[in-house]
Each structure stands twice: as C-alpha cells, then as structure tokens.
Nanobody, 124 residues
Framework: QVTLVESGGGLVQAGDSLRLSCAAS????????MGWFRQGPGKEREFVAA????????YYKDFLKGRFAISRDNAKNTVYLQMNSLKPEDTAVYYC?????????????????WGQGTQVTVSS
C-alpha cells in the first residue's frame, strides 16, 4: 500500500512556473514507477508525464514536452513535476500516481495508487 500526497499547486499567471511535489509513504518508493495526470474543467483525465523506478527514463505527453519535466528523489520518497511557461489551458487538478511500470495511457489504468490531487489554475 502506498499513500501519495501532492502539494505545490496554486493560482499563477500565464508564463509563470510551478513545481508540484508528491510525497509517498508506505511500501518502498523506489519499487514504483511514478506518473502525473491532470483533469481540466469539463475535460477527460489525461496523461502528463511518467518516470521509471530509477529515474533514468522519462515520458511525456507530446505537446507538453519541453515545458514540463518530471523527476524523482528516491531518498526523499518524492516525485516532482516542474511546469514552465504555464498556459491557461494547463489549468487542471494534477494527480500523482504509482504503478509497476510507466504507462502513457490517458486512462491511467496501469497505475495502482493515486493521490487526492492538487489544483493548478493559470490566469491569462
């Protein structure tokens, strides 16, 4: 069992940056691939980024590549999502996930654990 708690969301202006954090507790953090998903108002949930257990490989939604960066610190049981040049369309609740292997499917069905989410609002 893994408990995930996201933090770092908030209200920012277009062009600003934010770094989301996800702290994990429970079973060994380093045994899980980690991911970030988001769900905007009136939209379906979508994959954002994922990272392998060791952190050596990362995966991104194509149109987010270059603006967002996922990383992890296994010593701190934490995964991060650095978001730069934020746009109003990035407004969403962002969720941290944990699973056996990284998956880029928007359904998120391959992830076993989910956090409660953190709200990110980008004003124009």
């Amino acid at each position: 069992q893994v408990t995930l708690v996201e933090s770092g969301g908030g209200l920012v202006q277009a062009g600003d940056s934010l770094r989301l954090s996800c702290a994990a507790s429970g079973r060994a953090f380093s045994t899980y691939a980690m991911g970030w998903f988001r769900q905007g108002p009136g939209k379906e949930r979508e994959f954002v980024a994922a990272i392998t257990r060791s952190g050596t490989s990362t995966y991104y939604k194509d149109f987010l590549k270059g603006r967002f960066a996922i990383s992890r610190d296994n010593a701190k049981n934490t995964v991060y999502l650095q978001m730069n040049s934020l746009k109003p369309e990035d407004t969403a609740v962002y969720y941290c996930t944990a699973g056996g292997a990284p998956s880029t499917e928007d359904s998120g069905r391959r992830y076993n654990y989910w956090g409660q989410g953190t709200q990110v609002t980008v004003s124009s």
